[in-house]
Every structure is written in structure tokens, then in C-alpha cells.
């Protein structure tokens, strides 16, 4: 615990992570835990592998960019003036 302790202050330090990486607690009922240590087991992933393949796999269900340039692509798409008109054609002189 010493090892932890800030010089002085009395308090303990958090480890240094990366400011992308966010943690979240979430609970799984026993069996679903272990289906899921199962699946990791077998297809040779850890827990987080798989939560992050879910989790892209949600957001791309539901239509949702998962990454920076996955959103670029896909504001350019939205925007009208990149799609031809349907129907419309420039007339070849």
C-alpha cells in the first residue's frame, strides 16, 4: 500500500491510464458470466475483447459510427449535395 501513496498527502494515486480509455462497472447475472468466459476460452479472447466486439456490433445495428473515421465518412454521405439528383442528368452539348 506504501507504494501507492503520493508523497506526503496521504492519498493514493490511480494508475496511469490512457485518457481514451474510460472504465464503466457493469454486472452480469452467474450464468451469463460464465457463457461469456466460455465464448472468451474458446475462441481464445479475454472478456474485453469480447465486450468491445458487442459494443461495435450495437452501434453499427443501430447505425452509429464507432470510430472518428467511421463518423467522417458517413456525415459526408448525409450531406445532398454529394448524391445526384434522381432522375436528373446534365445534358451533354
Known amino acids: 500500500m506504501a507504494s501507492k501513496m503520493a508523497a506526503g498527502d496521504g492519498k493514493t494515486k490511480a494508475p ?6 474510460r472504465r464503466k ?7 451469463t ?3 461469456l ?9 479475454d472478456l474485453q475483447d469480447l465486450a ?9 445495428k443501430h ?10 465518412k458517413q456525415s459526408t454521405r448525409q ?6 439528383a434522381p432522375g436528373a442528368r446534365r445534358k451533354s452539348r
Not at 52 to 60: I, N, Q, S, V
Not at 79 to 84: H, V, Y
Open 16 to 21: 496511469a491510464r490512457p485518457e481514451r480509455d
Open 25 to 31: 462497472l457493469i454486472s452480469f447475472d452467474a450464468e
Open 33 to 35: 458470466l460464465q457463457a
Open 37 to 45: 468466459v466460455l465464448l472468451g476460452r474458446d475462441s481464445m479472447k
Open 52 to 60: 468491445d466486439e458487442a459494443f461495435r456490433d450495437l452501434l453499427k
Open 63 to 72: 447505425g452509429r459510427p464507432s470510430s472518428l473515421k467511421e463518423a467522417l
Open 79 to 84: 450531406i445532398a449535395a454529394n448524391d445526384g
